[in-house]
């Protein structure tokens, strides 16, 4: 994927790393893109060399391009809470493996951090009522949602354009009985 926002999102990390390089050597780090550039920093703005190591770059993500442009370019990924265990491991680390093998990396070197839904209470309807709240939380946004590639992978596809519909609709509170509710500890 050369154009589009794909390709913005790529150049902005490579320029937001340059400049970052910039800071911490204390000189400029040029970088020239498409969709940005930085060529020019003026001893007032530069703060280097500076004592610090560069932030760290994180992407979120759910699909395949995503996974591997932070394989290739960052320090790590923030995964959705809608991906499970099977997806992340099917799809979104080899992709981060891949990518970093195309910039000459160890896919164990980016940091790769999830957020699972998590219904928690002191008592089993307490949990069951976590449950609901969260499924409030559904995929319910318009397709193609990144999250409706992790409902196509499971065989739930339908279910995500019930979803949708029902939040055009503002039927909210139809979403928890409309979600799945196959996911568990065994990464379905």
């Not at 680390?93 to 839904?117: E, H, M, Q, T």
Request: proline residues 10%; positive net charge.
């Amino acid at each position: 994927m050369d154009g589009g926002p794909w390709s913005r999102l790529r150049e902005y990390v490579q320029c937001l790393q340059a400049m970052f390089k910039s800071f911490t050597e204390g000189k400029p780090t040029p970088f020239e893109g498409k969709h940005y550039r930085f060529t020019l920093l003026p001893p007032f703005f530069n703060p280097g060399p500076i004592d610090y190591p560069a932030p760290p770059i994180y992407l979120a993500a759910v699909k395949h391009y995503m996974a591997s442009l932070g394989g290739e370019l960052c320090d790590g990924l923030r995964l959705h809470p809608i991906g499970t265990f099977a997806y992340t491991k099917a799809i979104v680390l080899p992709a981060i493996a891949a990518g970093a093998a195309k910039a000459g990396r160890n896919a164990a070197d980016v940091n790769v951090i999830g957020a699972p839904f998590l219904a928690t209470g002191a008592t089993e309807a307490d949990v069951v009522k976590a449950m609901g709240t969260l499924k409030q939380q559904s995929p319910s946004t318009p397709r193609p949602a990144p999250y409706h590639t992790v409902l196509r992978f499971h065989g739930w596809e339908d279910i995500g354009l019930q979803l949708h519909q029902l939040a055009r609709e503002g039927k909210w509170q139809e979403l928890p009985s409309s979600s799945p509710t196959r996911c568990s500890a065994n990464g379905r």
